[in-house]
């Protein structure tokens, strides 16, 4: 006896989910998306260092995916001490 299917399940199967093909050549031109979520990995590098990799994903108004690797970003962490607060040093 076969075990039922999820609901959810049979209608995907009915459709193929399919994106529209890119349309524009982002070399030449500006790639405009909407920013969906954002996180960061580590990597190693050819000195085999750990650098760190944001990740940026979204979606084109056209409707394709994107995701987007920044390798040259340096994480930093910033405190806005109180007015005469003292320094360590």
Do not use: C
């Amino acid at each position: 006896m076969e075990a039922p299917r999820h609901f959810l399940e049979e209608e995907l199967s009915k459709t193929p989910i399919s994106r529209p093909k890119p349309t524009t050549d982002f070399k030449s031109q500006p790639l405009i998306f909407m920013l969906l979520d954002i996180d960061y990995s580590t990597t190693t590098n050819e000195k085999g260092e750990e650098i760190p990799v944001v990740r940026l994903y979204g979606i084109t108004e056209q409707g394709n995916s994107v995701m987007i690797l920044v390798n040259n970003f340096h994480p930093y962490f910033y405190a806005s001490l109180p007015e005469g607060a003292p320094l360590l040093q």
